[in-house]
């Protein structure tokens, strides 16, 4: 069988072997883009945990943004924001953290959660331009790093909603193509 046919079965498969760049943590794929080397971190832990932090802090910025805008409507809708805050509502699997994810501000949080580990310094504004103007080879340092992540994001809200592991699996594996797909192809907006 060649590298290619074995390569097209695994996609069939929905779940792919950990590559040994993987299982080492040696540093992640790189991105060259505007005389810059990005390179991504793998989605460990680390990155859930900045992901998440991220999402909190996009939701509290919107937040703020909105309260200026609209005076006391606003300062309400920046007082709701902060409760579900405190509430846990954009914890990881949590309704307002899967809303996010699945957003184009997601697809941009996200990409930054993994730049960070070798860019701490890097912002929306890098993540959204290697998004938009180097989309190949974003989407093809993503797919190296993050399906896994994917997988059990769709895997965890499938089964909250009743689906059987079998179901659940399957649901997964789709729902993980099309988000990586996504996630490098749809341009984000200002806010989710």
Not at 61 to 66: Q, V
Request: net charge neutral; no cysteine.
């Amino acid at each position: 069988m060649s590298k290619r046919d074995r390569s097209k079965e695994q996609n069939k498969r929905g779940k792919r072997a950990p590559s040994t760049q993987f299982i080492t943590m040696t540093p992640g794929p790189t991105i060259e883009a505007d005389g810059k080397t990005w390179r991504l971190g793998f989605n460990t832990q680390n990155a859930k945990g900045r992901f998440e932090e991220l999402v909190r802090a996009h939701v509290l910025r919107d937040a703020i943004r909105t309260r200026q805008v609209l005076g006391d409507d606003g300062e309400t809708y920046y007082q709701d924001v902060r409760d579900s805050l405190t509430a846990g509502h954009y914890d990881t699997f949590e309704p307002g953290w899967v809303r996010i994810l699945k957003s184009s501000a997601g697809s941009r949080l996200f990409l930054l959660s993994l730049l960070q580990k070798h860019h701490p310094d890097a912002t929306e504004a890098d993540a959204q331009n290697l998004l938009t103007n180097h989309r190949a080879e974003t989407e093809a340092a993503l797919a190296v790093v993050s399906p896994d992540f994917l997988q059990a994001v769709a895997r965890q809200t499938a089964l909250e909603k009743g689906a059987t592991p079998q179901a659940a699996d399957a649901v997964a594996a789709e729902l993980a193509n099309k988000m990586h797909g996504e996630l490098a192809s749809e341009p984000a907006s200002a806010t989710a």
